[in-house]
């Protein structure tokens, strides 16, 4: 079995017609994750990305639909504009993808709260269909924030980590 984008789309047609709460499903290096359930930051996934490496050819993911809070959700200023969160600049995603906090799984994290860093280092990994997007802090300080979950899925300008300028 390998999973094509026709096989993906007969696990996701099979997951739909059941009464199953979660579907995991691993070829290989490929993983799919499907959940009828809330993910811990109060979403629901349609069929929400997995945690791991998405093969080369693979669609793209499915949209993740916001539970209703009532709230209304934040808003990222455009990404031309280095945005200041709470006396710091946030660093923002270069792409939609999934987010990683090392160079590989298992490896220490590029960075962790209070940890110094310079402009130009590498902070955080944003994968695009097996590419892997270095994504470095345009000025040295201090990281004072790390807004995303390791393996979540970001949005093209979304803030990701926020790093306290050295004056």
């Known amino acids: 079995m390998e999973m094509t984008p026709e096989t993906i789309k ?3 047609d099979a997951f739909d017609e059941s ?3 979660e579907m995991i499903v691993t070829v290989g290096d490929d993983r799919l994750h499907v959940s009828r359930d ?10 929400a990305p ?21 709230a209304v959700p934040p808003t990222t200023p455009p990404p031309e504009e280095a945005a200041i ?9 270069p792409s939609v993808g999934l987010f990683w906090r090392s160079p590989s799984p298992g490896a220490a994290p590029f960075v962790e709260v209070g940890d110094k860093v310079e402009a130009g280092q590498t902070v955080a990994i944003v994968e695009v269909m097996k590419l892997m997007n270095h994504v470095a802090s345009p000025v040295a300080g201090t990281v ?11 949005e093209y ?4 980590v926020i790093v306290d300028p050295e004056e």
């Open 50 to 70: 997995s945690a791991g490496p998405v093969a080369a050819g693979d669609p793209p993911p499915l949209p993740v639909a916001k539970a209703s809070s009532g």
């Open 144 to 154: 004072t924030a790390i807004l995303v979950e390791n393996g979540a899925s970001v």
């Open 19 to 21: 009464e199953w709460r």
């Open 85 to 93: 969160f709470e006396g710091g600049t946030a660093i923002e995603s």
């Open 38 to 47: 809330p993910i811990q930051d109060g979403t629901v996934a349609a069929a």
């Open 10 to 12: 007969a696990l996701l």
């Open 157 to 160: 300008g979304q803030s990701i």
